[in-house]
């Protein structure tokens, strides 16, 4: 039969670390006079965007809508780049974050406008794409 701890001192305490330091450019874009959401206003607004451009996918057509998520994260990566100081925006180093935002809102962006249905660009390396994917050996 195990005994049971009761002693609340028998706890391990919180390690914090203490070689990593916060990303540059991540201090809150206003001071603490301001509301949550305004203080953070550079994410706020990628969030908002985005939170569009997936109303816009549900209700109206998936490409407008793609395009408008595409275009919030275009936003967050100008944002970061161009803003000093952009909160829960700043993740990594601003290089690494403007990269991941562009990759993706570029990706997003290229899916919407190659997709199959009368795509507003045409690819000819796509073309024949469905031939080799999912072929089997």
């Known amino acids: 039969m195990s005994a049971v701890r009761t002693n609340r001192s ?8 203490s070689g990593t330091l916060p990303p540059e450019g ?3 874009a206003m001071d603490r006079d301001h509301a949550l959401p305004v203080r953070q206003w550079p994410i706020t607004l990628v969030f908002v965007v985005v939170g569009l451009g997936l109303v816009v996918t549900w209700a109206v057509d998936f490409r ?10 275009g936003i967050g990566a ?14 990594r180093s601003r290089f690494t974050d403007v990269l991941v935002l562009l990759f993706f809102g570029t990706a ?21 794409i469905g031939k080799y994917v999912g072929r089997q050996h």
């Open 10 to 17: 028998a706890r391990r305490r919180t390690v914090r670390s």
């Open 26 to 28: 991540s201090g809150a």
């Open 64 to 73: 407008y809508g793609l395009l408008v998520l595409g275009a919030g994260f």
């Open 78 to 91: 100008l944002l970061r780049l161009l803003v000093p100081e952009v909160g829960l925006l700043a993740v």
């Open 108 to 128: 997003i962006v290229l899916l919407a406008l190659v997709a199959p249905q009368n795509p507003w660009l045409h690819l000819p390396a796509l073309e024949n």
